[in-house]
């Protein structure tokens, strides 16, 4: 957690989802600038989505594939242009065109960023998944929040502020481009080649059939995450007739929670494993899900404060789970956990909200408390693949025997 250079990816992370938090707050904007409809504006969120969340597994496969550490300061860049666009864009089109690409700019980043964090940690993996996790949380709830200010003080053309970061991320990643490189070159070598990595067996191929195990239990807590943000407003206002200030309390705490549950939850899962911390988490969540619906005062306060502490305390720890999965497809196990099976989330609030329109909002939060349990019977379909976790396939470290055995890397071959 040390490592500068998680630090600074965390940084680029944090500049990519302010870009992705920006968005909501240029909706009413672009509503009223290009008399929309309340179909085009949802369709300006399926284009964020899609280009943002479904693309990632592709620029995973191509990082897996060739050397793309340059698209961690284009990410950068990009993100934040697109939206910039947007303040100057003639028609709807083009508007649309450039959520697109500054959509791809968040897509970029994400696999490869979480690709160079794997490689250049030496210990510690799921601490320092935490710690990049952390900036993109930040980066989500501080894209509203500056973007409102922006927006306030100059109008739509104010997002073009969005640009200052961007390049203070672009500049900073491509000017240290040559100590990222330092630092994971021989990983990565070691990696395609199929050599052993993190006590994966040396020519074992990616365990296609775990990885599409945990695709599911993400899903399943996506499923979680979106709806609680979804319907913690919608309980508390529609229903109770509480206010928006009581509900926004809620929601935020909960995602306080979460960031809290992500700093601990990665440390945790290198000292007890990976599949042990998923299984302690989501069953830890039930309980306080289960019982957030009946709460009152404080003990509402504690169970929303509980769960989003648990189910987030997860999400750098199946990022790790994925990539050691895939020990020669790290890219693309990437890709799939922060990209695809986050994304589905907005699946999981559309037939979450079919549910609400059916049996209503209080039989949604039920589901909601039984959607812990399918993870948990996915999670113990997993392998053991830390030591902490008593044995399995892979859960032996490299022994000396398996360094020395090593083949040389071509600089090693010249020295």
Known sequence: MTNPIIWLLAFGHLVVDMGQGAVPVLLPLLKDTFH????????????TNVSSSVIQPFFGVLSDRVGTRWLLPVGCLLTTAGLAVTAFAPSFAIVLLAIFASGLGI?????????????ATRAGRASSMAVFAIGGNLGFALGPLATTVLVGAWGHLGVTGLLLPGLAGALLLWSLMPAINRATAEKEAVAR?????????RGQQTDW??????????????????????????????????SPLYASHLLTLFLLAGVAGTLTGGPLADRWGRRRLLLLSFGASI????????????????????????????????VVFAQELAPNNVGLASGIMMGFAVGMGGV????????????????TLNVLGVLPVLALFLTLALPRLHP???????????SARDKNERAPLPEERSR
């Open 193 to 201: 080649r199929g050599a052993r990595v993190h006590g994966v067996a």
């Open 348 to 363: 999981g609030v559309v037939l979450l909200g079919a549910i609400a329109d059916r049996w209503g909002v209080p039989a």
């Open 388 to 398: 902490a976790e008593g044995g399995g396939r892979g859960a032996k470290c490299l």
């Open 209 to 242: 059939g775990a990885l599409t195990l945990l695709t599911g239990v993400v899903t399943a807590r996506s499923f979680i995450h979106a709806g609680m943000i979804a319907f913690i407003p919608l309980y508390f206002v529609s229903h109770l007739g509480r």
């Open 287 to 318: 309980p306080f899900l289960v019982f957030f619906p009946y709460a009152d005062g404080i003990w509402r306060a504690v169970a929303v404060f509980g769960a989003g502490f648990a189910i987030i305390a997860t999400f750098s720890v199946t």
């Open 36 to 47: 929309l409809s309340y179909a085009a504006v949802a369709l300006v969120t399926l284009v």
């Open 107 to 119: 897509a970029a980043y994400h696999p490869e960023g979480s690709r160079v964090t794997f490689f």
